[in-house]
């Protein structure tokens, strides 16, 4: 199978001040193209500073990072933001709608710009929400709104959707919609997913489970028989 | 210190740039205030205490001859305290090396020091010595000017005969404050001098042994000038008197009386338009400092924080903007004072003019300073009173946005969805944008009126000394002469056309107002010199009656066809009614004209000129006017295009100061609407510029979401700040006309230009300041962070 990201040795430091914060300690990694991935690990194991660096939002310290075949780590910001244009869907825990659009139009904020997108109804189709296109984000409930994002990120067809705790701030039945949602972009689409999270149900659904602990993968577990959202104990 | 007093100055500190571009809006109203205030309060007190001091008289009068003996005369009318009669008499002076014309105003003193009215301050030398025949005192404006002082000897031509004037002192007097020669609307101190001869002296040179042709006097407190002037007027009619006046109409009075009409005007109109916009900055950001602020509000009051300490708190972030500006605005007012009271020193001659200015000015800049500040956080105040603790800790409501106007048109325009985030923010918050587009507006629009002046002036410049005069020579003669002068200037070399140039001194009485003046007039067919109306038009002399300058007749009154009462003054006193055939929007003056024929009816004689108007080839010019000097006829002469530069160089003195001062307001107001109102629009999108850049936004197009709204409420404000200027521009130039000018409207395409660039210029460098921040934004921490 094809890889997405290859990255070595990465390693993050931020420094406020006095003090160092090592939140990546040399992770070594690989993501194949098309496959689903859980990253799991307790806050500050340095799960989204890895998927904020592989997303382009952030540069790593030290380390390797080739995206297909272009070098991540010499990127300007510029050309990052470029990447982040045409290859990478965010998803985040507060939806970051953008509050004077309409469900519709957040959506068409990403068509306007992509490469090849799809119609932004299409998109809000594809997470069940083509009703609601007109209404904005404070007539929308949570889950409402977390779905209008995902179609916001799948809109332009990218090649990775990083989702950072994406069902942290919704409840068991609308956290498995926004589920059902990746999922079926994973598989119609063939997107590549990586999820973050703390509820360990959500593993689950994963092809491939990555255990962080002290900015290090402590552990990678392969799934054989992923589950649908449906079947997720929360 | 109280935890909360910390609070407030972390929250200074941390919004110190917002601070400071309110502070400097509020800076300009104090520092305009106390600038016109404390140079109206300087010019006042000086001009009073010099009066008061030299013993500024309270009437005037002038006639051609009168025996001395008149004095005690005039003295003994009632109501007069003291009363004393002069000589004045035109001298034109030969200086060395100098072929323009310099003339001098020679004025008699007593040479025992017995004058009490109208008193000479020596600044350097003494007074004419008695006995002494070719003693003067000059004024110390001319002196500078020409660089003479005691010792310095000057050729005079007086009264038609030549005589070394030796200097022995530099002086001033309040009659001479501000001092112009004859047909001069602009001093010219190297060009006009007033001397001071000793009263023997100038008998003698001027053949007026034991008589005087003009008088002053002061009055009894109580008494009625208006009967004194009747009186006098009586009693110097057989001297060829030309009508007594009051101070109003003393010319140096009259000038510097316009120019503190004019501070007023600035006192009145400018500082209100800064107090306005800072009390609408203060109301916009106090009012987002409030909104992020609730859930501290809500736990304050939690702990038991009253309302009222709430309320004070921010009220407090108000007066302590307002202290700042208070103190700077103060600092720089008096420092502008400094510089504009030196130059009104240059035109306006005082022994001492110092900018000096009260406690109750500073007092009355800070209170307006508060005041606008308290009253901007009034609204804010309410709101954070108002918030219960409860509702206050949990976070506000989402903002609610609805589809408007614009996107009935907007998806056909090609509207993009950062199109309808900048157009649906601004309907969002419409207070907050009409704020920011009227702030901006009338930033435009105090620079528009201002610069606008300039156009003024020069409008006025054209019209009186390019149109209106067309003569490159007025050739004044010592007394009125015939026709058979205007021959002999003819013969001259050089000489291409000599016109008369005729005048004669007048009341005018309409119902119970009356004017002195003089009707002015031409012959039929004159070419050098016009009345020209208000759009440029050359306005020919009416067959029959009198033509007004709009001035004249508005004083008088009086409409076209209305019948009004000629006295003359002087010769033979005849008394007349004449139609008025027409009124001239002219700027310069208050004056009236007839056609010759009619001037003769008044006069009953065929009435002599008292100047000539002359055209002349430049190249003969200074053999000419050589020629013209040694004419005994030939009082003065005075050259078009002198008089024409040193009107250009007051305007330029005033253009670069006003320039300077008013481009810097109008600046600071555009900068501090602009630089709120981003960062303001930047802290509530700071959110959703992350999410943009997230998705894949370049800066420059992040950068484009913010800029975009200001660029668009910017653009809104230049059409509104034009038709403000406009509105403002005319406002002030009535404020500004007096009985000494009529500021015309005029402003120029380069204003409108002018104004809209800076302001655009302003406005965009804010702009961009501010959005250099969008460079910093952390997307990842703000993404994390719910608002």
Redesign the interface.
């Known amino acids: 199978m094809e890889l997405a990201f290859r990255g070595s040795a990465l390693g993050k430091v931020y420094r406020t001040g006095e003090t160092e914060v090592h939140a990546l300690r040399g992770v070594d990694l690989e993501i194949r193209t098309g496959e689903l991935l859980v990253l799991l690990g307790p806050s500050g194991s340095g799960k ?1 500073t890895l998927l ?1 660096i592989i997303g382009g ?2 540069r790593p310290t030290s380390g390797e990072l080739h995206y297909g075949g272009t070098d991540l780590v010499g990127l300007n ?2 050309e990052l ?2 990447f ?3 290859n ?1 869907g ?1 998803i ?3 939806y ?7 469900a519709e ?2 959506v ?3 068509t ?3 490469d090849r997108p799809m119609e932004p109804g299409e998109a809000l189709a594809l997470v069940g929400l083509a009703e609601r296109a007109n209404h ?3 007539q929308l409930s949570g889950g409402e709104q977390q779905r209008v994002a995902v179609a ?1 990120a799948i809109a ?1 067809q990218p090649g990775v959707l990083l989702c950072d705790e994406p069902t942290g701030a919704l409840d068991s039945k609308t956290g498995i919609r926004v589920l059902e949602t990746l999922a079926k972009a994973n598989r119609e689409l063939g997107t590549t997913v990586a999820i973050i999270t703390h509820n360990v149900g959500i593993a689950a659904m994963a092809q491939r489970v990555l255990h962080f602990l002290d900015g290090r993968i402590a552990r990678t577990e392969i799934n054989e028989n992923p589950v649908d959202p449906q079947a997720i104990s929360w | 210190m109280k935890a909360l007093d910390l609070k407030l100055l972390r929250d200074l500190w941390r919004m110190r740039g917002q601070a400071l571009a309110i502070a400097l809006v509020l800076a300009a109203a104090t520092a305009t205030f106390v600038l016109s205030l404390g140079v109206h309060r300087s010019l006042t007190e000086t001009r009073d205490a010099y009066y008061a001091r030299n013993h500024f008289a309270d009437i005037f009068a002038e006639m051609t001859r009168a025996p001395r003996n008149i004095v005690a005369r005039v003295a003994a009318i009632p109501g007069v305290q003291r009363a004393e009669g002069v000589i004045q008499q035109y001298a034109s002076l030969d200086m060395p090396g100098r072929n323009i014309p310099v003339r001098a105003l020679v004025n008699s003193v007593d040479e025992h020091g017995h004058d009490r009215l109208n008193l000479v301050t020596l600044r350097e030398g003494r007074m004419p010595r008695p006995g002494a025949s070719r003693e003067v005192v000059v004024d110390e404006a001319f002196a500078e000017a020409n660089a003479l002082g005691p010792g310095d000897e000057i050729d005079a031509i007086i009264y038609g005969s030549r005589l070394r004037l030796r200097i022995v002192g530099v002086g001033l007097a309040p009659n001479f404050i501000y001092s112009l020669a004859p047909g001069d609307i602009i001093p010219d101190n190297s060009r006009f001098g007033v001397f001071w001869m000793g009263e023997k002296a100038l008998e003698a040179a001027t053949d007026r042994k034991e008589a005087i042709n003009a008088l002053s006097l002061t009055l009894e407190k109580g008494a009625s000038d208006a009967d004194v002037i009747r009186k006098v007027d009586t009693l110097l009619a057989p001297y060829g008197g030309t009508g007594a006046y009051g101070r109003e109409d003393h010319l140096s009075h009259a000038f510097l009386d316009n120019e503190l009409m004019q501070l007023d005007a600035m006192t009145e109109v400018i500082p209100p338009v800064f107090l306005l916009v800072a009390t609408f900055l203060v109301y916009i950001v106090l009012g987002r400092m409030i909104r992020t602020e609730r859930t501290q509000i809500g736990l304050l009051k939690a702990f038991g924080y009253s309302d009222l300490a709430i309320a004070s708190h921010y009220l407090k972030f108000a007066l302590a903007i307002a202290v700042v500006a208070a103190v700077a605005g103060s600092l720089a007012g008096v420092w502008m004072g400094q510089a504009m009271t030196r130059l009104y020193a240059e035109y306006y001659r005082f022994p001492f003019l110092e900018y000096r200015n009260s406690p109750v000015v500073f007092l009355g800049a800070a209170m307006l300073s508060f005041g606008a500040a308290a009253l901007g956080a009034l609204a804010g105040m309410r709101a954070a009173a108002r918030l219960s603790p409860a509702v206050a800790m949990s976070p506000p409501p989402p903002p609610v946005y609805r589809a408007g106007m614009v996107e009935r048109f907007g998806t056909a325009a090609g509207f993009t969805a950062i199109g309808y985030m900048i157009t649906r923010h601004i309907a969002r918050w419409p207070w907050r944008s009409a704020i920011t587009v009227l702030g901006v507006a009338l930033s435009m629009g105090l620079l528009f009126a201002t610069l606008q002046f300039l156009d003024s002036s020069r409008a006025m410049l054209d019209s009186y000394f390019f149109r209106a005069q067309r003569q490159d020579l007025t050739v004044t003669f010592t007394e009125p002469r015939n026709e058979d002068v205007l021959y002999e200037l003819a013969q001259l070399p050089g000489v291409l056309r000599v016109e008369p140039a005729r005048g004669v001194p007048v009341k005018l009485h309409f119902g119970n107002r009356m004017e002195r003046t003089a009707i002015e007039s031409a012959t039929g067919d004159a070419q050098l010199s016009a009345r020209i109306d208000g759009e440029g038009k050359a306005i020919a002399l009416p067959v029959a009656g009198l033509m007004l300058s709009r001035q004249m007749a508005d004083k008088l009154g009086v409409h076209a066809g209305d019948r009004v009462f000629v006295e003359l003054l002087g010769g033979r006193q005849t008394k007349s009614v004449l139609p008025v055939a027409g009124i001239v929007d002219e700027f310069v003056g208050e004056r009236v004209y007839a056609a010759q024929a009619t001037l003769e009816r008044i006069t009953r004689d065929a009435s002599p000129a008292g100047s000539a108007l002359l055209r002349i080839d430049p190249a003969a010019r200074d053999g000419l006017l050589a020629r013209l000097k040694d004419m005994p006829q030939v009082l003065g002469v005075t050259e078009r295009d002198a008089a024409m530069n040193k009107f250009e160089e007051m305007i330029d003195d005033n253009l670069y100061t006003m320039l300077f001062f008013y481009v810097g307001f109008a600046s600071a107001i555009a900068v501090g609407v602009v630089y709120n109102s981003a960062r303001i629009l930047f802290s509530e999108r700071a959110n959703e510029l992350a999410t943009l850049r997230v998705l894949g936004y370049y800066r420059s197009e992040v950068g484009l979401v913010l800029l975009g709204e200001l660029a668009l409420l910017v653009a809104a404000a230049v059409p509104v700040g034009c038709i403000l200027g406009y509105w403002l521009a005319q406002v002030m130039t009535a404020m500004f006309s007096s009985d000494l000018f009529r500021l015309p409207f005029a402003p120029t395409r380069a204003t409108y230009g002018y104004s809209i660039l800076v302001i655009l210029a302003s406005a965009a460098l804010t702009a961009l300041a501010v959005a250099r921040r969008v460079l910093r934004l952390d997307m990842v921490r703000v993404l994390k962070a719910r608002e």
């Open positions: 989204s904020n939002l952030d910001d510029r933001t470029r982040r244009r045409a990478i965010f985040f825990q507060f970051n709608l953008i509050p004077s659009l309409t139009e957040n068409r904020l990403v306007d710009i992509a904005y984000p404070a916001r332009k």
